[in-house]
């Protein structure tokens, strides 16, 4: 390994799923250390994609791996990551790869769900949209999933992280759910309270730091 730098992409990829199947961390990592170095053509999802196959059996080595990686890196995984640590409400891990930088994708509508679903997670979600917006701001998807599980608390979080609520209506005449008058009412004064207070120069009222559109 320390001569070669020529190794197949491939390759290596199986190596490493190898590792990951006999449960050898120290190797995982090993060869995630000098995959870079020996892989002329390494895809950027590469480390993301590995720590989302150790998710299945060796969640010890999928941790490992997004604890090693880098913001570029987890930035590059995909967005499944999130749905799966979601899927365990492992608070931690979900909270480093938001502050990583990774993307909730177009399913991010299915990690908010899982997360606001019965409402006893719906704090993980909040804490997480608190960090980083990492929901696309034209996903009418992912505010319809809260809307739909009445997560008022982290519908408003994405209104002030970007999501247009005008828009939001015309989108859901097409995917109509009732009985949520309620919610939907409260985001609508909410939605006016930012707008006048956008008007008026003045910072929102509900309004959390630390949040960018990502």
Same mark, same amino acid.
């Given at each position: ?9 491939? *390759?290596?990829?199986? *190596? ?18 000098? %995959? ?59 909270? %480093? ?44 998807? *992912? ?28 989108? *859901? ?14 985001? %609508? ?6 707008? %006048? ?18």
């Amino acid at each position: 390994m320390q001569d070669r730098c020529n190794i197949d992409y491939a *390759a290596y990829c199986n *190596a490493c799923k190898r590792a990951i199947n006999i449960n050898d961390p120290e190797k995982v990592i090993f060869l995630m250390v000098r %995959a870079q170095a020996s892989v002329p053509q390494l895809e950027p999802s590469f480390f993301g994609e590995m720590a989302s196959y150790a998710y299945l059996d060796h969640r010890f080595i999928a941790r490992e791996i997004i604890r090693r990686c880098g913001e570029e890196q987890i930035a590059a995984a995909p967005p499944r990551l999130l749905e799966q640590f979601a899927a365990d409400q492992d608070f931690r891990t979900l909270s %480093a790869l938001v502050e990583k930088g990774i993307s909730g994708g177009p399913n991010a509508w299915r990690t908010l769900h899982m997360l606001t679903c019965g409402g006893h997670d719906s704090w993980i979600a909040e804490a997480l949209l608190k960090k980083r917006m990492w929901v696309e701001a034209d996903d009418y998807n *992912a505010l319809h999933a809260c809307v739909q599980n009445d997560a008022v608390d982290v519908c408003k979080l994405l209104l002030e992280g970007g999501v247009d609520f005008d828009i939001y209506q015309q989108w *859901a005449k097409n995917h109509p759910c009732g009985g949520h008058e309620e919610t939907v009412q409260a985001l %609508a004064d909410h939605w006016v309270e930012l707008q %006048a207070a956008q008007e008026q120069g003045e910072q929102a009222p509900s309004q959390t730091g630390g949040m960018s559109l990502g």
